[in-house]
């Protein structure tokens, strides 16, 4: 097992969901660590519209696998494609999640948009090797709930 203080941060992947163009990418914890402004820049960089959950009540943010990271204090963020609120973008990840999502029909048969799985494997290399290289750690912003962790990692 690594000691938390070992890790950096960490970057969930999990679900990305290509199956619409990649405009906007959903940043979850966007606003909660330098890690998030990173990723929103590297977004930037890439032509990809940065958002932060923009159905926040859903609480994502602590629902998926970062949250275990979060817990020993690493700085974490989850990365999906992502939507306009009211855009035809909303609506098909809208239909994906009543009708595919853990149905049968959830299988490798799925349509997937080449060109937006390449870009955000592109975004996620790139997040990966600019925080790896960066000679100072990922820190939660001083306003975060969940700097409270921080010494947990340390």
């Excluded at 990809?48 to 602590?62: G, S, V």
């Excluded at 990840?93 to 937006?116: E, G, I, M, T």
Aim: proline residues 8%; charged residues 25%.
């Amino acid at each position: 097992m690594v000691p938390a203080r070992q890790i950096v941060a960490d970057i969930n992947v999990d679900m990305f969901l290509p199956i619409v163009p990649l405009k906007v990418l959903k940043i979850c914890g966007l606003e909660e660590s330098d890690l998030g402004q990173t990723a929103a820049t590297v977004a930037r960089e890439l032509g990809i519209k940065p958002i932060a959950d923009p159905q926040p009540l859903r609480n994502e943010f602590i629902r998926s696998d970062q949250y275990s990271f979060i817990l020993k204090g690493i700085p974490a963020v989850k990365i999906d494609v992502g939507f306009d609120l009211g855009s035809p973008e909303q609506a098909v990840f809208k239909d994906w999640l009543a009708n595919r999502y853990h149905a049968p029909s959830d299988d490798v048969k799925q349509p997937v948009n080449l060109d937006a799985a390449a870009l955000y494997e592109r975004f996620t290399r790139q997040l990966v090797v600019v925080t790896a290289n960066d000679a100072v750690r990922p820190q939660w912003n001083p306003t975060s709930f969940f700097r409270r962790y921080a010494s947990l990692a340390e």
